[in-house]
Structure formats: C-alpha cells, structure tokens
C-alpha cells in the first residue's frame, strides 16, 4: 500500500520529516533496536552498525519508513527480514522499506556497508590546466510566482519575520496575489504570526497552502510538532526548499516573499541555487552589532548575483506613550549607514511599537490590528516601494 503522511494524506513526503514519539522510549530506538539484531551474513555486521540501515522515519500513528542499502552480493530475502522484523516493533502500524543499491549510495557519498575510499587529490603542477570542476546547479524559473524576493537578516531577533508579514499583508490589500514561504526551517513562526496552524491539504500530488489575511503560506511548521527540533544537515534543508517551491500548488502569484532564517548558511544557498530570486531586503536593526552581521547577509546575496533591493530598519526608535518624542534605545542611523556602503536605498525606518510584537503572537499583524499607527504606515509605504 503507497506510504502517506496522516498529516498530509496522498502525498509520498520525499522528505522523511522524523516526529517526536509520546511514548516513553521512542519508535525511532525502538526500530533501531529491533535492526541491530539482524546480522547480515555477509559482512557479520548488523545493520545499523554496518550503516546499511538509514534515514528512519516514524509518523504519530507508526508509520515506519528507512532506506535499506544492499550490495549486489547480498542476499535479497535480507529485505523481507527486515521489514517483518520492523513489523513486529510495537507500536508500528504499517513498514516501508526503500532498497538502494549499496554500490549507488557510496558513489554519491552515502556511507554504505563498504564506504568507498576516498583517493587523495592531487597537488596542481605548473604548467598544466587544472582539471575541470563540476558545474553549479543553474535556478530555475518559477514565472507563476511572479517576483520572488528574500527576506534576510544577519542575525535573529531584529524582527526580519515582522517585516515578511506586514509586506505580504501590504500588498495584498493593494490588491496583490501574494504567497510567503517559510525557509527558516530552524524556527518556522508564521502559523503562529498568521494565526494560522493546520496540516494543509493535498490535491493531485501537490500540498495547498493555507490562507491568511489575503496572503497564501507554506511553512515546515505545518508538518511537524511545535517541539520538534530541526536537526538537518544541508542536503534536507535543499530538499525543503525545493519541495515548497515545485510541489505546493501556489497558483498564479504576483509576489512571493521569502522568509529566511538569519545567517548566511544552507537555506541561503539552497534558494539561489533552487530558483531566480528577484531580490533581496535585508532587514537590521541600528546597533552596531546588528549592522556588521546585515552587511556579511547582504554581501552574501551580492556575491552569488541576487540585486539587494534595499534595506528596512527596524526598531528604529520608540515613542514615549506620555510626550510621543521618539527615543533611539539601540542607537541611531545605522540603516542609513549600511544602506550608504552597500549603495542601496533605505526603503523605510519602522517604529518599535509595542502592538506589533502583540499582533504577531495573536497572527494579527500590525497593518491589519492597527493601520492608523506610525509601525502600520511605515510598512505600508516600504510595500508601496516595492510595487512601483
């Protein structure tokens, strides 16, 4: 029977999102458990020490779904062992086990049962052309999502999330088709920024996104729990994001807002690599320290040729509720300063306005809770900016 996700039923997940078990020991040590009994009489090894088994997966309702890795000198009833060993874990409800060729799995840097040995690269000489490296993955371009723009930062909490929201919102009450992607798979807030926390639909193979404040969202927070930490290397991080751009039925966009986690790491270079990114909007806020970590971000998008479309400052300063003169708590003037040396425009200076961190606990966002305030009308002409 075809494997599917109870959360999001009729799509083979190509990404084994692993869940935290209930239980008191979980299905995952379990699964393991029961693996390192079986010996392969081959190599005298089990397979988990013999690193034959990997990428177990579990769902809530134990569903059990691994990678199997045989040699073709292996003995291929081995496989039906394993999944009836697997079948009797308690706890398991229904075992899929994907056989890749062992021989594969080292030629693409897999350790298998045997890893293959690297062979030591070889010093250049002079006088001899160095051997041609692989090409890097050209984007791909994603018309129907119209412009893609990545929302950056250096660092976190200078509010970069805030800002994806209350633009998305922005323009869709301009009357825009708008979708926001969560690519920070590190700490996806925006179900929580949208008020909006439900396994989305799936139709035909592709996930729906849900919907808020006129705005489509796809977040990894939609398929796993609240608690669970995301422990993934690169390769799964490219695999998210290409997922949620090829396989979530977004429709016919004008905007899709991209909201990165802070850094400069692998989510970064999976969306370069992944897609043609319109642009980039770094948001800082006027410290010092906030400025030098947004400047690395966007020298970052410079040097794999996305255009930084400019930069938003945020918390810029804070209304005394008694006299409304405004205090700068983190300082002054570093948006400008960073705008200056990157010779790009500072699109706008945002208010820290107590509402806008209530609005984003409650999923209403500012423009919504509180167009009328000075946090509301800044973002609303940064939006303004962006579709002219």
């Given at each position: 029977m075809p494997y599917s996700d109870p959360r999001t039923p009729g799509i083979l997940p190509r990404i084994p999102f692993p869940v935290r078990s209930?239980?008191?020991?979980?299905?995952?040590?379990?699964?393991?458990?029961?693996?390192?009994?079986?010996?392969?009489?081959?190599?005298?090894?089990?397979?988990?020490?013999?690193?034959?088994?990997?990428?177990?997966?579990?769902?809530?309702d134990g569903k059990v779904r691994f990678e199997l890795r045989l040699a073709?000198?292996?003995?291929?009833?081995?496989?039906?062992?394993?999944?009836?060993a697997v079948e009797k874990v308690d706890g398991v409800t229904d075992v899929r086990v994907d056989v890749r060729d062992a021989t594969a799995a080292a030629a693409a840097?897999?350790?298998?049962?045997?890893?293959a040995v690297k062979k030591p690269r070889p010093l250049p000489v002079m006088g001899q052309p160095e051997p041609a490296r692989p090409s890097a993955p050209q984007p791909s371009a994603f018309p129907q999502l119209g412009r893609i723009i990545a929302v950056s930062s250096g660092k976190g909490g200078v509010g970069k999330s805030t800002?994806?929201?209350?633009?998305?919102?922005?323009?869709?009450?301009?009357?825009?088709?708008?979708?926001?992607?969560?690519?920070?798979?590190?700490?996806?807030?925006?179900?929580?920024?949208?008020?909006?926390?439900?396994?989305?639909?799936?139709?035909?193979?592709?996930?729906?996104?849900?919907?808020?404040?006129?705005?489509?969202?796809?977040?990894?927070?939609f398929l796993i729990e609240r608690d669970q930490p995301a422990i993934w290397r690169g390769p799964i991080v490219m695999k998210i994001v290409t997922q949620f751009l090829n396989d979530v039925q977004?429709?016919?966009?004008?905007?899709?807002?991209?909201?990165?986690?802070?850094?400069?790491?692998?989510?970064?270079?999976?969306?370069?690599?992944?897609?043609?990114?319109?642009?980039?909007?770094?948001?800082?806020?006027?410290?010092?320290?906030?400025?030098?970590?947004?400047?690395?971000?966007?020298?970052?998008?410079?040097?794999?040729?996305?255009?930084?479309?400019?930069?938003?400052?945020?918390?810029?300063?804070?209304?005394?509720?008694?006299?409304?003169?405004?205090?700068?708590?983190?300082?002054?003037?570093?948006?400008?300063?960073?705008?200056?040396?990157?010779?790009?425009?500072?699109?706008?200076?945002?208010?820290?306005?107590?509402?806008?961190?209530e609005g984003g606990d409650t999923g209403q966002p500012i423009v919504v809770a509180d167009p009328a305030c000075s946090a509301a009308k800044r973002l609303a002409v940064v939006a303004a900016k962006l579709d002219a």
């Open positions: 209930r239980m008191p020991q979980s299905l995952t040590a379990r699964v393991s458990a029961a693996l390192t009994q079986i010996t392969n009489p081959r190599t005298g090894q089990d397979l988990v020490t013999s690193e034959q088994v990997a990428n177990i997966a579990v769902t809530l073709s000198a292996d003995d291929a009833t081995l496989a039906r062992t394993v999944r009836q840097g897999v350790t298998a049962a045997e890893p800002v994806t929201v209350n633009l998305a919102v922005a323009l869709a009450q301009r009357g825009k088709r708008v979708g926001v992607l969560d690519a920070d798979v590190y700490g996806p807030n925006l179900p929580i920024m949208l008020g909006v926390n439900e396994p989305p639909m799936v139709e035909n193979e592709k996930i729906i996104p849900l919907e808020a404040h006129g705005v489509k969202v796809m977040s990894l927070g977004w429709g016919q966009l004008d905007y899709l807002f991209v909201d990165m986690p802070p850094g400069t790491g692998d989510a970064q270079l999976s969306l370069v690599q992944a897609a043609k990114i319109d642009g980039a909007i770094i948001v800082t806020t006027p410290q010092e320290v906030a400025i030098g970590d947004a400047l690395r971000g966007a020298k970052m998008f410079e040097r794999v040729g996305v255009p930084v479309l400019g930069i938003v400052e945020n918390m810029s300063w804070f209304e005394s509720p008694e006299t409304g003169k405004p205090m700068a708590i983190f300082g002054s003037g570093g948006g400008q300063r960073l705008a200056d040396e990157l010779g790009v425009p500072l699109l706008g200076q945002v208010p820290l306005h107590p509402p806008v961190l």
